[in-house]
């Protein structure tokens, strides 16, 4: 199973960007996926996720800002960011809880990582 993020780069604070992330390979499950975020000298941190109920989480700084989506046909989760802030500069992971055939556990998988810089 890989992972291919597209979207990043840089913007102005107060503008948009909306990340995409695929998965590919052998998937029977798509269990739960989503973003994740870590700047330098920081922990990884959750951005938004959609959970196996498809009820969406979003980490507390990014609430009311950025919404996710999905679409299960092609097995891609879209993050949509707005009004960013500097505060928001990080490199973005993209997320997934795989089962890879009927019966198997579920797998966490990542992806490489695209960098936000978010200018003031």
Known sequence: VHLVESGGGLVQAGGSLRLSCAASGTIFELSAM???RQAPGKQRELVAIINDDRRREFGDSVKGRFTISGDYTK???YLQMNSLKPEDTAVYYCYARIMTTWGSSLTEYWGQGTQVTVSS
């Open 34 to 36: 989503g973003w994740y």
């Open 75 to 77: 097995n891609t989760v």
